[in-house]
């Protein structure tokens, strides 16, 4: 099946920065989306992502489905802003829904 | 978001006990699949469901029986409920646009 690495998988970020998370997958896709795991738990969409780009607010994403990558960026880093990200990759058809392993993203004040 | 409904939300059952934990969706969505979130270890994909009575298996399957005798339901049955079976469990479906949703999860804990 399709395989999605995640990089990098642990980042402290003092509050403020900015930083870039990857996401690379070994086949296309018709699905690409970014969630975010709060520390409650909860898994919150952020971008449904595909192709091209999408900003919302801080958090912009940016897929380039001819070379497999995604990448999510944080912008002036929030501490409500860690906590787990994951990537996720459907081939389509009657195939799984397909998760990078996430990136552990840590916000100091 | 899309109405997805996982019950119970929490569940403490005792070894050999079967346990089954519903997936309930009100948006008709054909996709469906049950993972498991264990520290160190991500989300991983126990089964999953391409449409009514189609279901198959994911990367950590053993224990796990599933069901789907209608769209809106995806039932995940722990036959024999062992310590190692001890987790979150997550619900997704995939909607139209091929976007996917998440339940809130369920806690499952085996004394």
């Known amino acids: 099946g399709i395989q999605v690495e995640q990089s990098p998988p642990d980042l402290i970020l003092q509050e403020g920065a900015n930083s870039t998370l990857r996401c690379n997958f070994s086949?296309?896709?018709?699905?690409l989306q970014w969630f975010h795991q709060n520390p409650w738990g909860q898994l919150i969409n952020l971008f449904y992502?595909?192709?091209g780009t999408k900003q919302n607010g801080r958090l912009s994403a940016t897929t380039v489905a001819t070379e497999r990558y995604s990448l999510l960026y944080i912008s002036s880093s929030q501490t409500t802003d860690s906590g787990v990200y994951f990537c996720a990759v459907w081939p389509g058809g009657n195939n799984r829904l397909a998760f990078g392993k996430g990136n552990q993203v840590v916000v100091i004040p | 978001d899309a109405g997805i409904t996982q019950s119970p939300r929490h569940k403490v059952t005792e070894t050999g006990t079967p346990v089954t934990l519903r997936c309930h969706q009100t948006e008709n969505h054909r996709y469906m699949y049950w993972y498991r979130q264990d520290p160190g270890h991500g989300l991983r994909l126990i089964h999953y469901?391409?449409?009514?009575?189609?279901?198959d298996k994911g990367e950590v399957s053993d224990g796990y029986s599933v069901s789907r005798s209608k769209t809106e339901d995806f039932l995940l049955t722990l036959e024999s409920a062992t310590s190692s079976q001890t987790s979150v469990y997550f619900c997704?479906?995939?909607?139209?646009?091929?976007?996917?949703?998440f339940g809130q999860g369920t806690r499952l804990t085996v004394v």
């Open positions: 992502i595909p192709s």
């Open positions: 997704a479906t995939l909607g139209q646009g091929a976007e996917a949703f």
């Open positions: 469901s391409y449409g009514v009575k189609d279901t």
């Open positions: 086949d296309s896709v018709n699905n």
